[in-house]
Nanobody
Framework: QVQVVESGGGLVQAGGSLRLSCAHS????????MGWFRQAPGKEREFVAA????????YLADSVKGRFTMSRDNGKNTVYLQMNSLKPEDTAVYYC??????????????????WGQGTQVTVSS
């Protein structure tokens, strides 16, 4: 059984920073790619970032490029989302997910097999 658990959310002022963590367990192939999604109130869940198992390659949504970075520590089975220069529009529940994808960058929810419960990020203006 694969478990995905996010942590690190909270309340921060605009311009501030937060780092989200995501601990995952289970067979390694199911986490070939780890991704972050977010869902703001009244909106659909959207892709934020993804990282391959090697950790050498990441893919970021245009809305967060230059502000967010993603990394992973395979020894700890943990991925991170460093969020800088936060804006009120970044307010959302952030979800971590695991994908067995070995080809193109998975940016759709259906490409991910396992999901965490989400962690709230609130950015005040």
């Amino acid at each position: 059984q694969v478990q995905v658990v996010e942590s690190g959310g909270g309340l921060v002022q605009a311009g501030g920073s937060l780092r989200l963590s995501c601990a995952h367990s289970g067979r390694t192939f199911v986490s070939n790619v780890m991704g972050w999604f977010r869902q703001a109130p009244g909106k659909e869940r959207e892709f934020v970032a993804a990282i391959r198992r090697s950790g050498s390659s990441t893919y970021l949504a245009d809305s967060v490029k230059g502000r967010f970075t993603m990394s992973r520590d395979n020894g700890k089975n943990t991925v991170y989302l460093q969020m800088n220069s936060l804006k009120p529009e970044d307010t959302a529940v952030y979800y971590c997910a695991a994908s067995p994808s070995t080809s193109s960058w998975p940016t759709l929810e259906k490409s991910y097999s396992y999901w965490g419960q989400g962690t709230q990020v609130t950015v005040s203006s």
